[in-house]
């Protein structure tokens, strides 16, 4: 039923629509800048009263006594390779072994943290052209086995349709197999006839690409798909393609990773003959190490940019838990994100969390801001320590660096831009709808109401275009929200591209919420060509010195 303006007015105000992760240009993060000290003194500080508390008000308790961890925050700008870290904490529990104190350098198993290594591993190796091509590709062998399934004992004796099951679907938990092939040890490689063999017994759960389903043997399948591509070990592809060229010298395999004298290493203990996949559940790495693969994600060190756009995107599907979405191997966490300059919007974080024994780990990537996190921690009260509350406090934080994104937007494009001979104090004939006196004048403001750069005046040849874009859309000039969002820079750092997106202010509410539908408006110029492009022009320092307007061959000085 149609409801009255006011109705609406009553029942929600109006939310701009933000196109989904176009909010701000990726901040830049310097380590030693007032902005990001702010930040890691406030995190900081969380995390002391969260240990000395025991709990924290919103995500709940802890348990400091027993659990050591260890938690980084890296940059993935390119000028930060060297030392990706932003912001490092550790805390070594009472209860833990002599020795054992948590540093930069300590040694922890990832457990199913490891599932991201093995589809990195892929992406570096072999490139994502071959997501949609079926696993039998490279292993027939499951063919040929499936057709000698037994239904004894199995129930519905049904065989998986190894043909359907993709590189994707065992990538984002697609592939509806089991979880464990239960024919592999943690602490050497799985012998692949067995592993094959012990599948192609195991009806499946689900068809593939019906429901994510979580699976470790999985990325064994990838990680025995990978030998055959690669003609050669697991062990030697990972290290070839990602530890080495990332200098990741203390992150390895159960059974292979390197020992040190300086730093504890935790997982000594760790069963190297309990069942499990190697490639799913046997890494070992510190946080540090942690650190350097992430920056190496967010920058595209080892894979081109558009395959970390692709493998950086929203989720495949849904899980049972509608804020998580899955990816490759990803959970992808659709988050909210406000602070006292922006309104609240969604941002996708990019997580993959690890468990094995009494080991939890947790990797963070927000592409939106060009920064992570990584978390490993010991319980020594013999259970994997629940890292979720530790995640939500990083997670939460860095709400400020959205902050700082918009801060450093508004210093860097919000301004009145104008043409040689128009007056850069913005005089009144400059900015007099239809005065016709041929100046031209831009005008952009940093939104408070949500993400993006007002569009707040734009006159070009003696035209309102403002004016001509609410007419343009049926739209009351004065309930015209007509703002910029980024979409992308040049390679060499001079130019920033944005793209303007109508709203109307005084749009009717659906159902109680807004109908977003600007991701089906962008690039709609409703015959105004090349008026909602707009392409900044930076200087060395990354400031906008003027903009131009493409479509109208226009170029405006600030």
Same mark, same amino acid.
């Given at each position: 039923?149609?409801?009255?303006?006011?109705a609406?007015?009553?029942?929600?105000?109006? $939310?701009?629509?933000?196109?989904? /992760? *176009?909010?701000?240009?990726?901040?830049?993060?310097?380590p030693?800048?007032?902005?990001?000290?702010?930040?890691?003194?406030?995190?900081?500080?969380?995390?002391?009263?969260?240990?000395?508390?025991?709990?924290?008000?919103?995500?709940?308790?802890?348990?400091?006594?027993?659990?050591?961890?260890? %938690?980084?925050?890296?940059?993935?700008?390119?000028?930060?390779?060297?030392?990706?870290?932003?912001?490092?904490?550790?805390?070594?529990?009472?209860?833990?072994?002599?020795?054992?104190?948590?540093?930069?350098?300590?040694?922890?198993?990832?457990?199913?943290?490891? $599932?991201?290594?093995?589809?990195?591993?892929?992406?570096?190796?072999?490139?994502? @052209?071959?997501?949609?091509?079926?696993?039998?590709?490279?292993?027939?062998?499951?063919?040929?086995?499936?057709e000698?399934?037994?239904?004894?004992?199995?129930?519905?004796?049904?065989?998986?349709?190894?043909?359907?099951?993709?590189?994707?679907?065992? *990538?984002?938990?697609?592939?509806?197999?089991?979880?464990?092939?239960?024919?592999?040890?943690?602490?050497?490689?799985?012998?692949?006839?067995?592993?094959?063999?012990?599948?192609?017994?195991?009806?499946?759960?689900?068809?593939?690409?019906?429901?994510?389903?979580?699976?470790?043997?999985?990325?064994?399948?990838?990680?025995?798909?990978?030998e +055959?591509?690669?003609? /050669?070990?697991?062990?030697?592809?990972?290290?070839?393609?990602?530890?080495?060229?990332?200098?990741?010298?203390?992150?390895?395999?159960?059974?292979?990773?390197?020992?040190?004298?300086?730093?504890?290493?935790f997982?000594?203990?760790?069963?190297?003959?309990?069942?499990?996949?190697?490639?799913?559940?046997?890494?070992?790495?510190?946080p540090?190490? #942690?650190?350097?693969?992430?920056?190496?994600? #967010?920058? !595209?060190?080892?894979?081109?940019?558009?395959?970390?756009? /692709?493998?950086?995107?929203?989720?495949?599907?849904? +899980?049972?838990?509608?804020?998580?979405?899955?990816? @490759?191997?990803?959970? %992808?966490?659709?988050?909210?994100?406000?602070?006292?300059?922006? *309104?609240?919007?969604?941002?996708?974080?990019?997580?993959?969390?690890?468990? &094995?024994?009494?080991? !939890?780990?947790?990797?963070?990537?927000?592409?939106? =801001?060009?920064?992570?996190?990584?978390?490993?921690?010991?319980?020594?009260?013999? %259970?994997?320590?629940?890292?979720?509350?530790?995640?939500?406090?990083?997670?939460?934080?860095?709400?400020?660096?959205? *902050?700082?994104?918009?801060?450093?937007?508004?210093?860097?494009?919000?301004? =009145?831009y !104008?043409?040689?001979?128009?007056?850069s104090?913005?005089?009144?004939?400059?900015?007099?709808?239809?005065?016709?006196?041929?100046?031209?004048?831009?005008?952009?403001?940093?939104?408070?109401d949500?993400?993006?750069?007002?569009?707040?005046?734009?006159?070009?040849?003696?035209?309102? =275009? @403002?004016?001509?874009?609410?007419a343009?859309?049926g739209?009351?000039?004065?309930?015209l929200?007509?703002?910029?969002y980024?979409?992308?820079?040049?390679?060499?750092?001079?130019?920033?591209?944005?793209?303007?997106?109508?709203?109307?202010?005084?749009?009717?509410?659906d159902?109680?919420?807004?109908?977003?539908?600007?991701?089906?408006?962008?690039?709609d110029?409703?015959g105004?060509?090349?008026?909602?492009?707009?392409?900044?022009?930076?200087?060395? $320092?990354?400031r906008?010195?003027? &903009?131009?307007?493409?479509?109208?061959?226009?170029?405006?000085?600030?």
């Open positions: 039923m149609l409801i009255s303006h006011a609406a007015a009553d029942q929600l105000a109006y $939310q701009p629509c933000p196109l989904l /992760r *176009a909010y701000y240009p990726v901040p830049t993060l310097d030693v800048s007032d902005a990001i000290k702010y930040f890691a003194d406030n995190l900081t500080e969380t995390l002391d009263t969260l240990v000395r508390t025991g709990t924290h008000p919103i995500y709940g308790p802890i348990t400091p006594n027993t659990t050591s961890f260890s %938690v980084v925050l890296f940059s993935g700008a390119d000028n930060t390779a060297a030392d990706p870290i932003l912001f490092s904490y550790q805390y070594t529990a009472p209860a833990a072994p002599p020795g054992d104190a948590v540093t930069l350098d300590a040694v922890f198993p990832l457990g199913t943290l490891t $599932q991201l290594f093995t589809v990195y591993t892929w992406l570096a190796a072999v490139g994502d @052209r071959h997501w949609d091509d079926p696993i039998t590709d490279f292993l027939p062998e499951l063919l040929a086995s499936g000698s399934v037994s239904p004894a004992g199995l129930g519905l004796g049904l065989a998986v349709p190894w043909a359907d099951v993709t590189i994707a679907a065992l *990538a984002s938990h697609m592939a509806g197999i089991v979880q464990d092939s239960n024919a592999c040890t943690l602490g050497k490689p799985c012998d692949r006839k067995t592993f094959i063999n012990a599948m192609a017994q195991i009806p499946p759960l689900f068809l593939p690409d019906t429901t994510p389903v979580f699976s470790n043997a999985a990325f064994q399948l990838l990680a025995a798909a990978l +055959t591509a690669q003609r /050669r070990p697991f062990a030697d592809v990972l290290a070839r393609a990602v530890l080495q060229p990332l200098n990741m010298a203390r992150t390895a395999l159960l059974g292979q990773r390197a020992h040190s004298n300086t730093s504890a290493v997982g000594e203990g760790l069963d190297a003959s309990a069942m499990g996949e190697q490639a799913a559940l046997s890494l070992f790495s510190t540090r190490d #942690l650190a350097t693969a992430g920056h190496a994600i #967010l920058s !595209s060190r080892l894979i081109p940019p558009g395959t970390t756009r /692709r493998w950086l995107r929203a989720s495949a599907g849904d +899980t049972s838990n509608l804020r998580n979405g899955v990816g @490759r191997p990803w959970e %992808v966490y659709r988050a909210g994100v406000g602070g006292s300059a922006i *309104a609240p919007f969604v941002a996708d974080i990019f997580l993959k969390a690890g468990t &094995v024994g009494a080991y !939890s780990s947790y990797v963070g990537l927000s592409p939106d =801001v060009g920064a992570g996190f990584a978390l490993v921690a010991h319980n020594a009260g013999g %259970v994997a320590a629940d890292l979720n509350v530790y995640a939500d406090v990083v997670a939460g934080e860095l709400g400020g660096l959205f *902050a700082l994104a918009a801060a450093q937007a508004g210093a860097q494009f919000a301004g =009145v !104008s043409s040689p001979s128009s007056s104090s913005s005089s009144s004939s400059a900015s007099s709808p239809g005065s016709g006196n041929g100046s031209d004048v831009a005008e952009f403001a940093l939104a408070r949500g993400p993006g750069l007002l569009v707040a005046r734009l006159q070009l040849g003696g035209r309102d =275009v @403002r004016a001509d874009v609410a343009a859309a739209i009351a000039l004065e309930n929200d007509w703002r910029a980024p979409a992308g820079g040049s390679a060499d750092g001079t130019r920033h591209r944005f793209v303007a997106v109508v709203q109307d202010r005084s749009a009717l509410v159902a109680g919420t807004p109908t977003c539908v600007t991701w089906m408006a962008a690039g110029e409703g105004l060509a090349g008026a909602h492009r707009f392409v900044f022009l930076l200087d060395g $320092q990354g906008a010195g003027g &903009v131009s307007v493409p479509g109208r061959n226009v170029q405006l000085g600030r």
